[in-house]
């Protein structure tokens, strides 16, 4: 994908990270442990945040709603 339109997704999702890598269709080839890294990290940057107790939802540890 273009660099320019790889910076187009920014627009729309502010908070995203954009990781431009040289290689095309070798990067794999090129790239592999950078590519490795960031897919391995993946997971743990998209995860939602935790609520903080108490912030609703489900039963309290005393058993009411």
Not at 5 to 23: I, K
Not at 34 to 44: H, K, N, Q, S
């Amino acid at each position: 994908m273009p660099e320019g339109a790889a910076r187009a997704y920014l627009r729309d999702l502010p908070d995203a990270e954009l990781h431009l890598l040289e290689g095309g269709h070798g990067a794999l080839e090129t790239n592999l442990d950078e590519i490795v890294a960031l897919t391995r990290d993946f997971p743990a940057a998209s995860r939602p945040r935790a609520r903080l107790s108490g912030s609703g939802g489900g039963r309290d540890r005393r058993g009411t709603c």
